[in-house]
């Protein structure tokens, strides 16, 4: 979900003014009272304090109304008001444990005040106390089933903690009750988007947008036309959002879905301009080089990946795609060994950091240097294999480095480790099938060559694996899995 709006700070304040004007006109009415009875004016000076506290807290003075309320409570150790707005005064200073005990002597004081559950179970999110919370939201809502700001905040609870299913039937229910209510029915979108509820998400965007047409409505069709297979509506609604607020997530959302569906000239000029927007966003420099390395510009897409590691050194993708644009332009060799070897230092036990390190070694160079140090990129690929059995890629250039050196027998081993990983890699069969040939093992040889060959003319079009790991950035960008678990396998 990309948006939260925990507790609803908007409704939860309104209810607070609320509970704070009908304090006020309670003891205005007492003091009137007390006036006509001839009440002693020590009391009548105590509620005008009170007053002047109602008054400091509304006008945002919360370290000026907390010391007049803590005068009061010591002589009012029994008044719902005082407790309660000396604990939301405690809570806007972020003094959260303080604030707790003064709302639940709140509640204890007035059990069936919606309002002030609320306010309790905000404060105890705020500590931490989720399942105490949880109780006091519901125990609010019980209150006051037909409230919106009830069945709001109970949903916006459970979208908080991840439990989107949970949080749906109160958001709807919040929605048919304040259905132009824009938080709510933003958020009610995501949630019919998280579980797959596209229709009902569509039917919620629209009738916020004859409300409040933004931005980030337009984006929100945008995914749910993406997700429902109609690419072009989902490119035209994530222009419209990029045109109404070209924020950088805008303007990497249009680029993304262009790039996806390899419409590649108007994503490189989205591309491009955003990256000249916004210089400083690595995810912008790296679609951009995404963008130029789909259409062929290998050396622009090699500069535009430079930057974007310059610009977060320890972001694995980014080293991911600057390896598959390296391959097709070795011309920037230096530019490209120092940044890959800056990797390799910043994350040395990262097996990805070193097996790119040892190819941008040896692919760049051995075109153009005769001496190449082939023990540091074995040594750097061995150390890869160690850190990682399970990287099939590792194996494979490990591989072809013992065989290259005629060095076959210890080659075959890794090729088999290779396969063993990923028995689909065609080239290992092939060069495993070239390794038996050295080694004698004729029929092991023509039983690799053969699956090689039937891989060959069964092997996905190399396009569809680009688009694949294209897809996978962005979705990793857009936040629908953590960027750790999203890196694209060599």
């Known amino acids: 979900m990309r948006r939260i709006v925990l507790g609803s700070g908007a409704n939860i304040t309104d209810a607070v003014t609320s509970r704070l004007t009908c304090s006020c006109l309670w003891i205005l009415f007492t003091c009137a009272i007390a006036h006509g009875a001839g009440v002693d004016q020590e009391q009548q000076r105590l509620q005008r304090r009170f007053q002047e506290a109602v008054q400091l807290y509304d006008s945002n003075q919360f370290n000026d109304a907390a010391s007049r309320l803590e005068e009061l409570v010591r002589e009012f150790p029994q008044s719902f008001d005082v407790h309660e707005l000396l604990g939301m005064a405690y809570s806007a200073q972020g003094r959260d444990s ?5 709302l639940q002597k709140a509640v204890q004081l007035k059990p069936n005040s919606a309002a002030a559950r609320t306010s309790l179970a905000t404060n105890l999110v705020r ?25 709001h905040n109970l949903g916006e609870f459970y979208v908080a903690g991840g439990k989107i299913a949970q949080a749906i039937p109160y958001l709807e229910k919040a929605h048919r009750v304040k259905p132009a209510a824009y938080d709510n029915g933003y958020d009610l979108a995501l949630a019919f988007i998280e579980t ?21 409505l337009h984006n929100l069709l945008g995914e749910i036309e993406e997700k429902s297979g109609n690419f072009v509506a989902a490119e035209q609604q994530y222009q419209a959002a990029a045109h109404m607020d070209p924020s950088e997530s805008n303007l990497f959302d249009w680029g993304s879905e262009l790039l996806l569906h ?76 120092q940044r890959f070897r800056r990797f390799a230092d910043l994350q040395p036990r990262n097996a990805h950091a070193l097996y790119y390190y040892a190819m941008s070694l040896w692919k760049g ?33 490990l591989g ?15 090729y088999e480790q290779a396969l063993a990983v990923n028995s689909n890699l065609a080239d290992a069969h092939y060069r495993l099938g070239q390794a038996y040939v050295h080694l004698g093992k004729r029929e092991d040889a023509q ?44």
């Open 262 to 337: 390899r419409t590649l000239d108007p994503a490189v000029d989205v591309f491009l301009q955003a990256a000249q927007r916004y210089p400083q966003s690595p995810r912008l420099a790296i679609g951009l080089g995404m963008a130029f390395y789909s259409r062929g510009n290998y050396d622009d897409a090699v500069k535009a990946l430079l930057r974007a590691a310059d610009l977060d050194p320890s972001d694995t993708r980014c080293y991911y795609f600057l390896s598959k644009a390296y391959d097709s332009s070795p011309g920037q060799a230096d530019d490209v060994i």
């Open 365 to 397: 160079r051995r075109a153009q240097d005769a001496n190449v140090d082939f023990g540091q990129i074995e040594s750097l690929l061995n150390r890869s294999v160690e850190l990682d059995p399970k990287f099939p890629e590792a194996h494979l250039q």
């Open 98 to 102: 303080a604030a707790t005990e003064h």
């Open 400 to 414: 072809n480095l013992y065989s290259e050196q005629k060095k076959y027998f210890d080659a075959a081993p890794h």
């Open 447 to 490: 039983k690799q060559l053969e699956v090689y060959q039937k891989l060959r003319a069964q092997h996905l079009a190399e396009l569809d694996k680009q688009r694949a790991e294209i897809r996978q950035f962005v979705i990793s960008e857009k936040g629908e899995k953590p960027a750790s678990e999203s890196e694209p396998q060599p």
């Open 127 to 151: 500590t931490h106390k989720l399942s105490t919370a949880e109780i006091e939201f519901k125990k609010a809502l019980a209150l006051e089933p037909s409230r919106y700001d009830a069945n």
């Open 196 to 216: 797959g509820k596209h229709a009902q998400a569509e039917q919620v965007i629209r009738g916020l947008m004859a409300v409040k047409d933004t931005a980030e």
